[in-house]
């Protein structure tokens, strides 16, 4: 019988450490801004600015290698309403590897996604797509789209809120919101409960938060651009044109 190879054995590399929930001690939450920027193009104040919400409202995980964080994400409550319905989810942010450690099984796994969906007692995990290429990815992680790219008017943006589920942004989270797009240069306007975020040079609102109001006259002339938004399970029914 050939002896058995350990784990640590030549041609085979070590088995990556677990996702734990980081402590955001100095070192790692300059690490995480480094990734943020890296992963997203964020400036410094929003890089900061996003790992101070996490470190206020969710947590966030990684597999850290001698000091290194290796891997990382990060998770926070999001509750969804439909009329009087309401469901708990959990949004999965800023999901990164570190280049030296690509390419051998860091990022997140199935076993993953359903341990976070465990953890915060959550119906349904979801995340934002910047890319659909990673459609394929994230599907092999148990998501399905809910939502495609497009840019939609507001009538019609308002027509599907009635039928499915949103986000239900308390005012605690609705103001970590707007200080995250206001780090990253975002110019806000609001108008009968409407809140409208542009970025310059950009007509199409990038990210629309609605405080109640449904279709006030003035705001049917708004185009917003919704972005892919996959979920796990994927039989979420969901409308959403803020970033997750």
């Given at each position: 019988m050939p002896p058995r190879r350990s784990p640590a054995s030549p041609g085979r590399p070590p088995a990556p450490p677990p996702f734990v929930e980081l402590e955001l001690t100095p070192a790692e939450r300059a690490q995480i801004e480094e990734q943020l920027a890296a992963c997203f193009g964020l400036t410094p104040a929003a890089a900061r600015s996003w790992v101070e919400t996490t470190a206020g409202r969710g947590a966030c995980y990684g597999r850290v290698v001698g000091g290194q964080v290796a891997a990382s994400f990060a998770a926070e409550t999001l509750p969804l309403a439909r009329g009087t319905e309401r469901l708990t989810a959990v949004m999965l942010q800023s999901c990164y590897v570190h280049p030296d450690f690509r390419g051998r099984g860091f990022g997140l796994e199935r076993a993953d996604v359903d341990e976070l969906r465990r953890r915060f007692a959550a119906d349904a995990v979801v995340l934002t797509l910047f890319d659909d290429g990673l459609v394929p990815y994230w599907r092999r992680r148990s998501?399905?789209?809910?939502?495609?790219?497009?840019?939609?008017?507001?009538?019609?943006?308002?027509?599907?809120?009635?039928?499915?589920?949103?986000?239900?942004?308390?005012?605690?989270?609705?103001?970590?919101?707007?200080?995250?797009?206001?780090?990253?240069?975002?110019?806000?306007?609001?108008?009968?409960?409407?809140?409208?975020?542009?970025?310059?040079?950009?007509?199409?609102?990038?990210?629309?938060?609605?405080r109640g109001a449904r279709s006030p006259g003035d705001a049917k002339d708004l185009r917003v651009r919704l972005k892919t938004v996959m979920a796990s399970p994927g039989d979420l029914e969901l409308v959403c044109a803020i970033d997750l």
């Open positions: 998501f399905e789209v809910v939502q495609r790219a497009e840019v939609v008017t507001f009538d019609e943006y308002s027509a599907r809120a009635q039928r499915a589920f949103s986000p239900a942004l308390d005012e605690r989270a609705l103001a970590a919101k707007l200080a995250e797009v206001t780090a990253d240069g975002a110019v806000l306007s609001e108008e009968r409960g409407i809140i409208a975020v542009r970025y310059p040079g950009d007509e199409v609102v990038d990210e629309l938060i609605l």
